[in-house]
């Protein structure tokens, strides 16, 4: 009994110490997202290109699944994460882009520079869709099933690896559902 | 010397957390102005984690700030403009968890460590002393003689 008294102490500090061990090497950007399961919230956005359609929530309904690509032009991850995307694109993967805080000017120049892997492009100037989506941090990808929901959300660049492992998959199921 | 300490804590006094809200941002009406202020300071900037979204100078943190003005001015309770906010964020912006299943480790778990340590305390036999204390507290005559021969020395 004395020995358990002794023990209970040094034994709850050490489950703690695990706990925290555990919780720091967490990234804490990876935020889990609210809409995981729901539908994409509604809106409606101009195009970059004037000559180009826009984007709205109802354009990614039906069809296959689909990625919501969150980029700028400002934005250092997405020009580490764009020949991914070209890449992709190249393979048939349907995807839209939402242009957050850009310039037309500075979106038009980066896309004619590096290719242009999305279908169609709404532009976020005033930022209210992407914070009506949850995002903190722009490259953010939305995989959004047949019916429009999110189905999960890809925080950070997508990198070859993030693809293969949990993307593609994904993505495949999604496309028998 | 007082003064000049005097000074310094009255400046110090005065000085307030360096706010990012922009003169461009602020309502023009106090009350609204007063309450979204409030608020800012309970949601948590998403870009810089730490900061409440009032201290960060990031853009989020900025359109953050104009959306929660917009929607007191709309009409929303404070209630309503944090419930719009947590509904694409989620629980991660409140700088002040709520109180609620997924949180009572967190809310309660200091005075679980209270109690068990309270407990602990309550059985640990502080008061006695060591059990070879009896052993100690009795010498030999022999002992008792070196020990007074030990003292007597040390008084010289």
């Known amino acids: 009994m004395r020995r358990l008294i002794f023990l209970t102490p040094i034994a709850l500090f050490a489950i703690m110490v695990a706990g925290f061990a555990l919780g720091l090497r967490r990234d804490p950007s990876l935020l889990p997202s609210t809409l995981i399961g729901k539908p994409l919230p509604r809106f409606s956005l101009p195009p970059v290109d004037p000559k180009a359609p826009g984007l709205t929530s109802a354009d990614m309904t039906g069809g296959g699944p689909r990625l919501l690509n969150v980029f700028g032009s400002w934005c250092v991850s997405c020009r580490y994460e764009h020949p991914v995307l070209m890449a992709l694109k190249s393979q048939g993967v349907a995807i839209e882009g939402l242009d957050w805080r850009d310039t037309r000017a500075d979106a038009t120049r980066f896309l004619a520079a590096e290719g242009n892997p999305y279908e169609r492009i709404g532009d976020d100037e005033a930022g209210r869709t992407v914070i009506d989506l949850g995002v903190a941090a722009a490259p953010e990808t939305f995989v959004v099933d047949r019916q429009g929901r999110v189905r999960y959300k890809q925080v950070g660049p997508i990198t070859p690896e993030v693809w293969t492992s949990t993307l593609a998959p994904l993505m495949a199921r999604l496309k028998s559902e | ?156």
């Open chain 2, 1 to 156: 010397m007082t003064r000049l300490i005097a000074i310094v804590c009255t400046v110090l006094a005065l000085a307030g957390p360096a706010l990012a809200v922009l003169p461009s941002e602020q309502l023009s009406n106090p009350k609204l102005e007063a309450r979204a202020r409030k608020i800012g300071a309970e949601l948590r900037c998403l870009v810089c984690q730490n900061e409440t979204i009032d201290e960060s100078e990031a853009p989020l943190a900025g359109d953050l700030r104009v959306l929660l003005r917009q929607r007191l001015v709309a009409g929303d309770t404070d209630r309503q403009a944090i419930a719009y906010i947590v509904a694409r964020y989620g629980h991660f912006v409140l700088l002040k968890p709520p109180f609620e299943a997924d949180t009572l480790i967190l809310w309660l778990g200091p005075f679980l460590v209270l109690v068990l340590g309270g407990v602990g305390m309550a059985y640990m036999p502080l008061g006695k002393a060591a059990p070879d204390a009896k052993v100690t507290a009795s010498l030999t005559p022999e002992e008792e003689a070196a020990l007074a021969r030990r003292l007597e020395a040390d008084r010289v």
